[in-house]
Structure formats: structure tokens, C-alpha cells
């Protein structure tokens, strides 16, 4: 079966560096998405990865390695805004989106 | 623009009860999904469409049906409502199958059934 695996629950600092990480495994990849979910609001799309290596948009950067089914999703200069689910999701080989239950990141001042 | 709108928001049906979820996106996107959130799980896909006039089963389709007949509008229907669909359920389109794949989601539509 088709499977991402992303922590529950994290908690971090303001002003710290947080690393999500996600594992999948899925019959066949068409890329790799990170979403940003507030409580109660709906997904927004954070990044895109395809091929291995590090993409970095401002704050946020998105890490793949396809060889390992691994992403992971780096927060810097965390604020109290970024207090959200972090949703991983895999395009599979009929470009079909399978979803993690996402992580809640708690920030703390 | 507004992107993608659900209506209603916020809807308490009794079970057996039947309704329509109306999605309405003015980005001129050909594909649009439904989606389901409940707690501790991934979105699951329950109908997709491709274009207008066309749809599709997706993970967990049973129980509700779907209608594609204009390209800006999805609509998702409840036949006979059961507790098993109470959730979130989100509409999402995107512009094709070749781009990126980033989605734009609506608000969500939150339903009880009691």
C-alpha cells in the first residue's frame, strides 16, 4: 500500500529552527508538496520538490532525497504565526496526491 | 477574484437526510477534487473531475456522488446522509495534469450528521 509517515506533533522556540520530516512510500513519484494548514482554515500550498536536493523559498526550505523516500520541511526564524499543520503529500505515478496526516506545529514564546 | 468558494460553510443534517456541497472556482481550472478531512488522517479523495462533463471515483467515493457540468463548478451530493460522513470536506482545483500540481483549496465545508 501506499503510505506517508509524518510526526503528530512538534513544538518549537520563537526565533528557532524546526525540521518536519516526512517518509513515503508509494507506487511510483511524480513530486513531492509541502501544505501549510491554520486551524480551521484550508490548505495553502508552501513547496514543490521533484528532484533531490534542497529548494529554499525566504523561510522555508523543502529537502528530497528519492532514493531514501524522505523530504523534509525546515522552518527558520520561527514566529507565532507558523503555528499550523504542515501537510506532506506525494504525486503518485497516475498523479494521484496521497496526504500524511500532517504535523502541528506548536511555537512557544 | 475570489478562487475557489464553498457553500455551505457550516451544514447539521439527521441521518438519511440528502445534500449538495457547491464548489465555484474563477480561475478557469480544468481539474477539481473533493476532498474529506477528519482528525488524525491525511485529505482523502472521494471524486475528481478532469474537465467538464467528466468524473472520476477516488479513494473513498461511496456514498456521494458528483456533477461536473460547468467548468467552474463541482458540486458533491449526499444522497442519504450517515454519521460516518460527518468531516470537513474541502474542494481543491488546479490548472492541469503536466503543471507543478499546487492546488488551491476553498475554505472547507464543515458537516454533522446526526
Known amino acids: 500500500g501506499q503510505n506517508i509517515d509524518q510526526p503528530t506533533e512538534m513544538t518549537a522556540t520563537e526565533g528557532a529552527i524546526v525540521q518536519i520530516n516526512c517518509t513515503y512510500q508509494?507506487?511510483?513519484?511524480?513530486?513531492l508538496f509541502w501544505y501549510q494548514q491554520h486551524a480551521g482554515e484550508a490548505p495553502t500550498f508552501l513547496s514543490y520538490?521533484?528532484l533531490d536536493g534542497l529548494e529554499e523559498k525566504g523561510r522555508f526550505s523543502s529537502f528530497l532525497s528519492r532514493s531514501k523516500g524522505y523530504s523534509y520541511l525546515l522552518l527558520k526564524e520561527l514566529q507565532m504565526k507558523d503555528s499550523a499543520s504542515y501537510l506532506c503529500?506525494?504525486?503518485?505515478?497516475?498523479?494521484?496526491?496521497?496526504w500524511g496526516a500532517g504535523t502541528k506545529l506548536i511555537i512557544k514564546p | 477574484n475570489a478562487g475557489v468558494t464553498q457553500t455551505p460553510k457550516f451544514r447539521v443534517l439527521k441521518t438519511g437526510q440528502s445534500m449538495t456541497l457547491l464548489c465555484a472556482q474563477d480561475?478557469?481550472?480544468?481539474?477539481m477534487y473533493w476532498y474529506r478531512q477528519d482528525p488524525g488522517m491525511g485529505l482523502r479523495l472521494i471524486h475528481y473531475?478532469?474537465?467538464?462533463?467528466?468524473?472520476a471515483k477516488g479513494e473513498v467515493p461511496d456514498g456521494y456522488n458528483v456533477s461536473r457540468l460547468k467548468k467552474q463548478n463541482f458540486l458533491l451530493g449526499l444522497e442519504s446522509a450517515a454519521p460516518s460522513q460527518t468531516s470537513v470536506y474541502f474542494c481543491?482545483?488546479?490548472?492541469?495534469?503536466?503543471?507543478?500540481?499546487?492546488?488551491?483549496f476553498g475554505e472547507g465545508s464543515r458537516l454533522t450528521v446526526l
Open positions: 520538490n521533484v
Open positions: 481543491a482545483s488546479k490548472f492541469g495534469r503536466a503543471d507543478t500540481g499546487e492546488l488551491f
Open positions: 503529500a506525494v504525486k503518485d505515478s497516475n498523479y494521484q496526491l496521497i
Open positions: 508509494t507506487s511510483g513519484f511524480n513530486g
Open positions: 480561475m478557469n481550472h480544468e481539474y
Open positions: 473531475s478532469v474537465g467538464e462533463g467528466t468524473t
